[in-house]
T-cell receptor
């Protein structure tokens, strides 16, 4: 059973455009992480959000955790070709287990 | 810094064959994980080991076994491979409340 749905599944945009990726669940998570994965490599952590309503910024990337800790969003401002990749959210359940989202594959065209 | 090392990187098996995927981490992490990644399904947890000497089932454990050999090493075994187990397998390690660090994956095809 997939508990974390990401949308959109695919996104192809021009350099300089803005975009938002959504991660939604009916379950509550103690924290939520966002990863980016390049072809042939494992996911690499971008950010962890812990508190409901929390907003974190990482240069042009803004991450928000929903007030009820069931959903999250990733907003990229002025996308660049280097942002191309697979973006994954992962919600933490219990002490050790993480549930990963279905993934959003982003392509930024120069 | 090696981080999490997985071997082999690629493997092709015939249905019914067995094999063991190896994972080692050099970050002195207590917890280790095995995931499989299939198109459109993100990563699904197969097994995890919260600490040396313990292992627990994840979302999709059927057809797999694991061994936490020591603090550094966590192996995944397919006793009788099936085509449905064709996937990319990732190992990860972490400490409590710390982010997971992933290896680069093993690409496994079962014919």
């Amino acid at each position: 059973t997939q508990l974390l749905e990401q949308s959109p599944q695919f996104l192809s945009i021009q350099e300089g455009e803005n975009l938002t990726v959504y991660c939604n669940s009916s379950s509550v998570f103690s924290s939520l992480q966002w990863y980016r994965q390049e072809p042939g490599e494992g996911p690499v952590l971008l950010v962890t959000v812990v508190t409901g309503g929390e907003v974190k910024k990482l240069k042009r990337l803004t991450f928000q955790f929903g007030d009820a800790r069931k959903d999250s969003s990733l907003h990229i401002t002025a996308a660049q070709p280097g942002d191309t990749g697979l973006y994954l959210c992962a919600g933490k359940q219990g002490t050790y287990k993480y549930i990963f989202g279905t993934g959003t594959r982003l392509k930024v065209l120069a | 810094n090696a981080g999490v090392t997985q071997t082999p990187k690629f493997q092709v098996l015939k249905t019914g064959q067995s094999m063991t995927l190896q994972c080692a981490q050099d970050m002195n992490h207590n917890s280790m994980y095995w995931y499989r990644q299939d198109p459109g399904m993100g990563l699904r947890l197969i097994y995890y080991s919260a600490s040396e000497g313990t292992t627990d089932k994840g979302e999709v454990p059927n057809g797999y076994n694991v061994s936490r050999l020591n603090k550094r090493e966590f192996s995944l075994r397919l006793e009788s491979a099936a085509p449905s187990q064709t996937s990319v397998y990732f190992c990860a390690s972490s400490d409590i409340n710390q982010p997971q660090h992933f290896g680069d994956g093993t690409r496994l095809s079962i014919l």
